[in-house]
């Protein structure tokens, strides 16, 4: 059975830092592109980060470009959200995402990640 579970989140200063994990099972990673995805309170979500199957093409929404980066570790079947310089509308349900070939996409639980002084 696929499965993603995120995890790394929690309560954060603003200008501090946060890595977020998503841990893959029941498949292959390195059979799909990853990408990271937010929800916002009272808002639809967001793509935040993508990374392609092979690790060598990233994307970034312009919000946070400079500040996140995404990376995956196939051998580890995981794969990470370094996030640097938190802002307070970083504030999030963050989610993990796995596309394959046919457009199939699977989804994680999510992660609370809260930057507030």
């Known amino acids: 059975q696929l499965q993603l579970v995120e995890s790394g989140g929690g309560l954060v200063q603003p200008g501090g830092s946060l890595r977020l994990s998503c841990a893959a099972s029941?498949?292959?990673?390195?059979?799909?592109?990853m990408s990271w995805y937010r929800r916002p309170l009272e808002k639809g979500r967001e793509l935040v980060a993508a990374?392609?199957?092979?690790?060598?093409?990233?994307t970034y929404a312009d919000t946070v470009r400079g500040r996140f980066t995404i990376s995956r570790d196939d051998a580890k079947h995981t794969v990470y959200l370094e996030m640097t310089n938190l802002k307070i509308e970083d504030t999030a349900v963050y989610y993990c995402?796995?596309?394959?070939?046919?457009?199939?996409?699977?989804w994680g639980q999510g992660t609370q990640v809260t930057v507030a002084s």
């Open positions: 029941g498949f292959s990673l390195s059979d799909y592109a």
């Open positions: 995402k796995a596309l394959d070939l046919s457009g199939q996409a699977y």
């Open positions: 990374i392609s199957k092979t690790g060598a093409s990233t």
